[in-house]
């Protein structure tokens, strides 16, 4: 079994900044996904990184601008968020495939483990 928790969500106005992390209970040596839903919305892949960190795959909408990483001897998993826009306000899930080593996303159902979410919430 694996515990994720997501912490560092809040409110910031657009333009801004945050960092989530999502820590594990114990090491998943598995590449970790993150994961956002807006209300009304499906759930939408948002980063992946890979177990040793050199794999990273973003979705377009927010490339450029969000960038995760991964501190394995602390089993956290970061997404630093710069730049946000009120389409960014969600929801952020992070998740693990134990024994997926890449960072394409999944169906949702193909997940073991997923964390509480925390909220993001940007003003315009």
């Known amino acids: 079994q694996v515990q994720l928790v997501e912490s560092g969500g809040g409110l910031v106005q657009a333009g801004g900044s945050l960092r989530l992390s999502c820590t594990a209970s114990?090491?998943?040596?598995?590449?970790i996904h993150w994961f956002r839903q807006a209300p009304g919305k499906e759930r939408e892949f948002v980063a992946a990184?890979?177990?040793?960190?050199?794999?990273?795959n973003y979705a377009d909408s927010v490339k450029g601008r969000f960038t995760v990483s991964r501190d394995n001897a602390k089993n956290t998993i970061y997404l630093q968020m710069n730049k946000l826009k009120p389409e960014d306000t969600a929801v952020y899930y992070c998740?693990?495939?134990?024994?997926?080593?890449?960072?394409?996303?999944?169906?949702?159902?193909?997940?073991?483990?997923w964390g509480q979410g925390t909220q993001v919430t940007v003003s315009s």
């Open positions: 990184i890979s177990w040793s960190g050199s794999l990273l």
């Open positions: 998740a693990a495939d134990i024994g997926g080593i890449g960072t394409a996303p999944r169906k949702i159902y193909e997940y073991d483990y």
């Open positions: 114990r090491p998943t040596f598995s590449a």
